[in-house]
């Protein structure tokens, strides 16, 4: 049993002596992990930092086995951002969240060519991370939950008004609530950004605070939860950031999911 593939280092870990185990996703084959020879060394780090693109090749004698995994370097997109720490941040968060609540061995196409070309652009360009990823940031991360059938209902008003004035989502529910239904509950709904239903917008650090907020809850307590995993620190290490840019204090997730209007 073998592939050879383009694959997103996602993350890697020392084990034995100088080897590695290492988790990559790629488009054909989705989330695989295997082991890596040599992966811990000087030389296997560089090869196996989280973010890089490569092009993988993994053998087993059987399917279920875990495997051996070798690669070439592509693209080493964390090098090129260590000096920058939201950047660095964004990559970290992106690449933690796709290894901790993907299925193993699923393919996710859609989510790996928008994983490989934020990471890309982010590394290339860490100006535009800084001014104008996040709203990207938090796009994809929307696209995860779809794809992994948690998908938001941001496109009508759950309790019938009109869809063109939709601020809120329901924590309960996933669905978006126009302003003038939003009503006295309110204060107990998630704020939906502008830029997430108008790509040509980028809004304002608050903004993408919100999104944060937003997408936060649900993978909190869908994508994770389902799995009985927590949230990876990266991701809370990035809304940090993003709050602080904001000019605000970070709010920690909620522990338990609040209560929300009906629809």
């Known amino acids: 049993m073998e592939w050879e593939a383009p694959a997103l280092v996602l993350s890697a870990a020392p ?13 054909e ?37 875990l495997g051996n995994i070798s690669a070439e370097v592509v693209h080493a997109s964390a090098a090129r951002i260590l000096d920058d720490p939201l ?51 938090v796009r994809w991360e929307l696209m995860l939950l779809s794809d992994l059938g948690f998908g938001l209902d941001l496109g009508h008003c759950a309790l019938g008004g009109p869809d063109d004035d939709l601020r809120w989502v329901s924590p ?19 704020p939906l950004p502008r830029f997430v239903q108008h790509p040509g917008e980028i809004g304002t650090p608050q903004d993408w605070y919100d999104g944060l907020r ?26 940090d950031l993003i709050a602080r840019a904001a000019g605000i204090a970070p709010l920690a997730p909620p522990a338990e999911t609040p209560p929300a209007p009906p629809g």
């Open 172 to 190: 309960r529910t996933g669905r978006a609530v126009s302003d003038d239904r939003a009503g006295e509950w309110r204060h107990r709904l998630l």
């Open 15 to 27: 084990y034995g002596e100088g080897s590695a185990i290492v988790h990559v996703l790629t488009g």
């Open 29 to 65: 084959h989705g989330l695989y992990h295997g082991l890596a020879r040599g992966g811990s060394s000087s030389r296997g780090c560089a090869v196996w930092q989280t973010g890089n693109l490569v092009r993988a090749r993994w053998v087993a004698r059987l399917s279920e086995q």
């Open 87 to 137: 950047p660095l941040a964004m990559l970290a968060s992106l690449c933690a969240l796709a290894d901790g609540c993907l299925p193993e061995r699923e393919p996710h196409p859609a989510i790996f060519q928008g994983l490989a070309s934020l990471l890309a652009r982010i590394s290339l360009d860490p100006h535009w991370a800084v001014a104008e990823a996040m709203p990207e940031i």
């Open 214 to 239: 937003l997408t936060g809850h649900f993978l909190q307590r869908d994508a994770f939860g389902q799995r009985h995993r927590p949230v990876p620190e990266a991701r809370f290490r990035l809304q």
